[in-house]
C-alpha cells in the first residue's frame, strides 16, 4: 500500500515538474521530433522575407508539436528583429505559433555604441550573451542548422 | 479662371475625396512612399537598380497641303522623322539607407542616359532626375528633400518602368510634362511674324537641319528641386491616409529657380488596400492635388529680351483600381497659364494669326478613363485608353485632342514585358469661330487634319 501512494506520489511529482519546466524544455530539452535552428547574419533584406518563410514552411510541413524552429540573429542580420522591421507582423504571427527569435546581445552592444542608443527589439525577441554561442549550443542539442 | 481658384478646387477636391472614402468604400501603389521611403530595418545600404526601354514607333500622319510637318505628326524627342528605333530611357539608380542601422534616413539617386526630352532638350548624355534624402525622424512629417517627382497626376507620378503604355495622355504630355521656354533662342523680329514660333517644316527642311524642336532646357519629367514633408497613416480596416505638400524651385530637373519664385504643391489620397506591396499592390486611391506657381516668358516676336511673369497653376482629382485580373484609372486635370503649344514657347502656332490667342495666359483640360484586364493563367495583359485634352479654352482656336491607345502586353517575367500600343488620334480646332472655321492654310487644322495613327512596340527590362 505504501509502495502504492509513493509510486503515486512520484508521479504526480513528476508530472507537476515536466509542467513547470516545460518553457524551458522546449528550449532546451524539446520533445519535438525535428529541431531546426535557422541562422540570419546578412544585410540583405531578402534574406528576412526567406528566413520567415522558411520557419513558415517548416510549421506547415509537420504534425504541430513535432517541429521546434529557432531564429538566431546576430551581426547585421539582427536588424530583423528591430521593433520597428517591415515584418513584425509575421514575427509576432510565428511568435505565437511557437517559433522562437533569439537576438545577439553582443551584436546589440555593438549596435548601440554606433547609434548611440540601444536599438528596440521586437518583443518576440528573446535576448542571449552571444548569437554565435547559441547556435553552437543547439547544434550540440541536435538542432538542423540551416542558413538561408 | 482667378488666381487661386485652381488651388482651391484641387482643396475643394481633396476635402471631398477623403470625405467620400471615409463615407466607406475605398489601393493602388502609393508613390510617395515607395519613392520617397525603404522598408525600415530591412532596406539595403545601397540597392542598385534600374531600366531600359526600347521602341520602335511609327507615325501614320500626313504633312499639310505644304508638306509642312508640326511635332504631333513626328517622333520626338528630334521631331524629324515618323518611324524609327529609339532607345527612350535607359536610367541607373541607387537607393537606400547609407547606414542601414539608422531606418531614419535613406536616399534615392536616378540617372537617365535614354534619348528622350530629358537628355535631348538639354543636350547631354546623362542627365540625374532623381537624388533626394528623406529625414524620417518626425512622426507624421518625414521630410524629403533634393531632386525627385513631385506630388501630383497618377501618370506623372507613377514609376514610369510600371506605366502600362508607351506614350502618355496628351493631357499629361501637354500640361504636365513642361517645356520651359527657350531662354536662348532669339528670332529674328519679323522672321515668322505669324506665330512667333518655329514650324511647320517641309521633310526636306527638315534633312537640310530646320528643327521644329528648340527647347533649350530638359522637360520638366513631372519632377522639381526642393522640399517635401509627407507621410502615410493606417487609419484602420485596411484604410491608409497620405499627403505631402511640397515647395520647388519650379524649374524642373534643372538646379536653378530662375525666376526667383517658388512652386506650391500639395497632394492627398486614401487608399483600400486589397494586399500586395510594390507598385503592382493591389486597392482603389482616390488622389487630388494641385500646383501653383510662376514662369518666366518672353512671348513677342522680336529680338529684345522683355520677359513677362506668368501664373502657371495646375491642379488635378482621380480614381485608381487595382485588383487582378482588372485594372482601371480616371483622372482629370486643369491648368491655368503657360499652356505649351509650341515647339520652343508656350505659344500658339497652328494658324497664322497671333491675335487668336497665346497658351502663356490661357487655360486648358482634360481627363482620360483607361483600364487594363490581365488575361487570367497567361501572360498577356490588353489595355484600352481614351484621353482628351481641350487647350486655348474658351478662345477662338481652341482645339481639342482626342486619342485612343489599344494595347497589349506580354509578361516574359515580372521584370520583363513587351508592350504593343496603337494610337487613334483626332486632332481638330473646335471652337466653332473662325480661325476654327476659316479656309486653307488660315485655320489650325490645315496642319492638324493631317494627324493621324501611330503604332508603337516596346521592350522594358528592369533590373
Same mark, same amino acid.
Given at each position: 500500500m505504501l509502495k502504492f501512494f509513493r509510486s503515486t506520489l512520484l508521479a504526480i511529482s513528476s508530472l507537476l515538474f515536466i509542467s513547470v519546466a516545460t518553457p524551458a524544455l522546449s528550449a532546451d530539452h524539446s520533445l519535438a521530433d525535428y529541431k531546426y535552428v535557422l541562422h540570419i547574419s546578412d544585410m540583405d533584406p531578402s534574406k528576412q522575407e526567406l528566413i520567415l518563410n522558411n520557419a513558415r514552411n517548416l510549421l506547415d510541413a509537420y504534425p504541430p508539436g513535432d517541429v521546434e524552429v529557432e531564429i538566431v540573429a546576430y551581426g547585421p542580420g539582427l536588424r530583423l528583429m528591430f521593433a520597428e522591421n517591415v515584418n513584425a507582423q509575421r514575427i509576432d504571427s510565428l511568435s505565437q505559433s511557437g517559433v522562437r527569435f533569439t537576438a545577439c546581445g553582443n551584436t546589440l552592444k555593438g549596435m548601440a555604441k554606433l547609434l548611440g542608443e540601444e536599438p528596440k527589439l521586437n518583443a518576440a525577441a528573446t535576448v542571449v550573451p552571444g548569437g554565435i554561442v547559441r547556435i553552437g549550443e543547439l547544434v550540440k542539442q541536435g538542432y538542423i542548422y540551416v542558413k538561408p | 479662371m482667378g488666381e487661386n481658384k485652381q488651388f482651391k478646387r484641387a482643396l475643394i477636391g481633396a476635402a471631398c475625396t477623403l470625405a467620400f472614402a471615409a463615407a466607406g468604400t475605398a489601393h493602388a501603389a502609393n508613390w510617395l512612399m515607395l519613392q520617397g521611403t525603404e522598408d525600415p530595418a530591412a532596406a539595403s545600404r545601397a540597392e542598385v537598380w534600374g531600366f531600359i526601354q526600347a521602341k520602335y514607333e511609327k507615325d501614320f500622319s500626313d504633312p499639310n497641303a505644304a508638306g509642312g510637318f508640326v511635332p504631333p505628326k513626328l517622333l520626338g524627342p528630334e521631331l524629324d522623322s515618323q518611324d524609327g528605333f529609339n532607345i527612350n530611357r535607359a536610367r541607373i539608380g541607387v537607393r537606400g539607407t547609407g547606414f542601414p542601422l539608422d531606418s531614419r534616413i535613406n536616399y534615392f539617386v536616378l540617372l537617365e542616359m535614354g534619348n528622350n526630352g530629358i537628355t535631348h532638350d538639354g543636350g547631354a548624355f546623362a542627365k540625374l532626375t532623381d537624388a533626394s534624402v528623406t529625414l524620417n525622424h518626425i512622426p507624421g512629417a518625414r521630410v524629403r528633400a533634393g531632386l525627385f517627382k513631385t506630388p501630383g497626376a497618377e501618370e506623372g507620378l507613377q514609376a514610369i518602368h510600371v506605366f502600362d503604355y508607351i506614350n502618355f495622355t496628351e493631357v499629361t504630355n501637354a500640361l504636365l510634362l513642361e517645356r520651359f521656354p527657350n531662354k536662348n533662342w532669339t528670332e529674328a523680329a519679323g522672321s515668322n511674324a505669324a506665330t512667333g514660333n518655329v514650324g511647320p517644316f517641309t521633310e526636306a527642311q527638315l534633312q537640310s537641319g530646320a528643327s521644329l524642336n528648340t527647347f533649350d532646357s530638359p522637360i520638366g519629367a513631372f519632377r522639381d528641386v526642393g522640399v517635401q514633408v509627407f507621410d502615410a497613416f493606417d487609419v484602420g480596416n485596411n484604410w491608409e491616409v497620405s499627403y505631402a505638400a511640397m515647395i520647388g524651385n519650379g524649374n524642373g530637373?534643372? =538646379?536653378?529657380?530662375?525666376?526667383?519664385?517658388? @512652386?506650391?504643391?500639395?497632394? +492627398?489620397?486614401?487608399?483600400?488596400? =486589397? #494586399?500586395?506591396?510594390?507598385?503592382?499592390?493591389?486597392? +482603389?486611391? =482616390? =488622389?487630388?492635388?494641385?500646383?501653383? #506657381?510662376?514662369?518666366? +516668358? @518672353?512671348?513677342?516676336? @522680336?529680338?529684345?529680351a522683355n520677359l513677362v511673369s506668368y501664373d502657371r497653376d495646375r491642379a488635378g482629382v482621380g480614381v485608381k483600381y487595382m485588383k487582378k485580373p482588372f485594372r482601371a484609372t480616371v483622372e482629370y486635370i486643369a491648368a491655368d497659364g503657360m499652356i505649351f503649344v509650341g515647339p520652343d514657347k508656350p505659344n500658339f502656332y497652328f494658324t497664322n494669326n497671333t491675335a487668336h490667342g497665346n497658351g502663356a495666359d490661357a487655360e486648358a483640360s482634360g481627363w482620360y478613363a483607361e483600364g487594363g484586364w490581365y488575361i487570367p493563367n497567361t501572360k498577356f495583359e490588353l489595355d484600352a485608353r481614351f484621353d482628351t485634352y481641350t487647350s486655348l479654352e474658351d478662345r477662338v482656336n481652341q482645339f481639342r485632342f482626342d486619342k485612343w491607345t489599344l494595347g497589349m502586353q506580354y509578361h516574359f517575367n515580372p521584370k520583363t514585358r513587351i508592350t504593343l500600343n496603337y494610337e487613334i488620334r483626332d486632332f481638330e480646332c473646335d471652337s466653332g469661330k473662325a480661325p476654327c472655321t476659316s479656309a486653307g492654310a488660315l485655320t489650325p487644322d490645315y496642319n492638324l487634319k493631317g494627324v493621324g495613327n501611330k503604332v508603337g512596340l516596346q521592350l522594358t527590362a528592369i533590373f
Open positions: - | 530637373i534643372e =538646379f536653378s529657380n530662375s525666376d526667383g519664385e517658388y @512652386d506650391t504643391y500639395l497632394y +492627398l489620397s486614401a487608399e483600400k488596400k =486589397f #494586399g500586395g506591396k510594390g507598385p503592382k499592390a493591389e486597392g +482603389l486611391k =482616390f =488622389f487630388a492635388w494641385g500646383q501653383k #506657381g510662376s514662369r518666366l +516668358l @518672353d512671348k513677342t516676336d @522680336d529680338s529684345t
